[in-house]
């Protein structure tokens, strides 16, 4: 028999697998999922397991309420962008795309003040059209976000179409941000107004 104190510590507050737990106790995961079944101690799912395997120290991000004048109107802005501009479709990643520069970097700031993010664990992707010089625009962008090349996704090619007002007021692409945490995701659209 395990006891539920024991299992309950090492599987839920210590957020072990069944087979660490297992390699811990010298048992079989079989028998520890057993355990778990007659203590009534809820069973992640798979996907809450990959989380907790990917931040093994917790969420890499923390929501910070805004405390002053400044940080409201951020959080406001940073809100506002994510629900005009973000790709709510994608469930693991927040993602937001645009062609200025300073929209960007007003979003960017919001995942940094509000959320505690690191700019450094950021990524993003470029999208330009065949008659965009690669290199410059990615060297703009890196200039423009204040961001290292190796924090960009390969570089996206899209074949030139007719002359457009989108294609002259995109002449150094689009970029996208991106964040890859599935809790943020959530928590950025369950703030979205309803």
Sequence with gaps: MIPKRVLYNLYTVKGLSMEEVAVRLGCSANKVKYWLVQHDIMRRSISDAVYLKNNPNGDPFSFRKPKTIEDGILYGMGIGLYWGEGTKSNLNSVRLGN????????????????????????????????????????????????????????????????IGTYRKKSEYGVVTVYYNNTKLRNKLVELLPQ
Excluded: H, P
């Design 99 to 162: 062609t200025d520069s300073e929209l960007l970097n007003t979003f960017i700031l919001f995942l940094e003040r509000i959320f505690q993010i690191k700019k450094t664990d950021m990524r993003f992707g470029l999208q330009l059209f065949t008659d965009i010089d690669e290199k410059k625009a990615l060297d703009y962008w890196v200039g423009k976000l204040k961001v290292r090349k190796n924090q960009f996704y390969k570089v996206t090619v899209t074949m030139s179409g007719s």
